[in-house]
């Protein structure tokens, strides 16, 4: 069984006699076309759709992100199966998510600005507030409410408790995960009036496009803060510049946005109170190569594979 392997991505440690590199950002070659296993990592959307139009044999294809929507839209035949690489990025990105939490709670963007113009911001050091219930100034004490809790925010929740926050998540089932109050979307809007950080791992689907709008940005708090390291497209970036221009919001931090690369022209560049990562959350997908071989297996074995993605 022919095994495609991107050359963007350390698989050293994956033993596949069967297996082959190709270039992600070149058509697969004609003579590889005829594989049943496609692995993908940061495909460019026309070479995926080259590719789903020229492998006839495929069976199966594993995308290494943790979103499989690229992959989905490529057009693969209907009894292609499709995996994610769901669980591959959790600690990398529940370190990135802590990161920009942080740095809002400590204002680094503006100490960083001030750092560019040679100021000391002496506003932002010296003595301050031990309880400030104005602005989000610690961790210590905050609401953290997660929307979208899967496996990241089960990563991410006890780092935030480590450091004194009270966490609830939003999911499709209510429950407690992982130590962590679990409410649906129903119970979402009576949650946001008391969240100091809202933070989305919301995948990019047609339901959560634009998720988070206006309506939605009106019952977060004046000194609440969004965080977005889910996707780019489930938020209403218009809505999003005016809550926080208006000082309804306090402010944002975002590792993705709706167009990628983010143009200059984007308003989102101007903001002081906006923090922008270049996507670079994830980027280090942990345990590829088990995840591979096990799924490899299942295919062989006529067992279910793993973080199957419903193509329906």
């Not at 803060?225 to 497209?233: C, L, P, Q, T």
Request: avoid cysteine.
């Amino acid at each position: 069984m022919k095994v495609l392997l991107p050359d963007n991505v350390d698989l050293s440690d994956l033993t596949l006699p069967e297996g082959v590199v190709y270039a992600v950002d070149e058509p697969i070659p004609e003579e590889h076309t005829d594989a049943e296993v496609l692995v993908v990592w940061g495909n460019p959307e026309s070479q995926l759709r080259d590719a789903a139009a020229r492998m006839k044999r495929l069976r199966w294809v594993q995308t290494l992100a943790a979103g499989p929507d690229v992959v989905l839209a490529a057009g693969f035949a209907p009894g292609v199966l499709v995996t994610s690489g769901r669980g591959l990025h959790d600690r990398t990105v529940a370190e990135h998510t802590l990161a920009l939490v942080l740095a809002a709670a400590r204002r680094l963007n503006l100490m960083a600005r001030a750092q560019i113009g040679h100021r000391w911001a002496g506003e932002l050091g010296g003595n301050q507030p031990l309880r400030d219930r104005d602005n989000f100034r610690t961790v210590r004490d905050a609401h953290i409410v997660i929307w979208g809790f899967g496996s990241i925010a089960a990563a991410v929740s006890p780092l935030l408790i480590a450091l004194g926050a009270r966490v609830t998540g939003v999911a499709r089932t209510a429950g407690t995960r992982n130590g962590v109050e679990v409410v649906t979307e129903a119970d979402f809007p009576t949650l946001l009036p008391t969240a100091d950080v809202l933070i989305s791992i919301l995948p990019a689907t047609p339901s959560t496009r634009h998720a988070f709008n206006s309506s939605l940005a009106a019952l977060l708090p004046r000194h609440a803060w969004f965080v977005n390291v889910g996707r780019g497209a489930t938020v209403d970036e218009t809505a999003l510049v005016n809550a926080i221009r208006s000082g309804s919001l306090a402010g944002a931090a975002l590792d993705v946005t709706e167009v990628e690369p983010l143009p200059a022209s984007s308003p989102l560049w101007d903001e002081p109170n906006i923090i922008i990562s270049p996507h670079a959350a994830g980027g280090r997908p942990l345990g590829a190569p088990s995840l591979i071989l096990s799924n490899l297996a299942a295919l062989r074995d006529g067992r279910p594979l793993r973080n199957l993605v419903s193509t329906a």
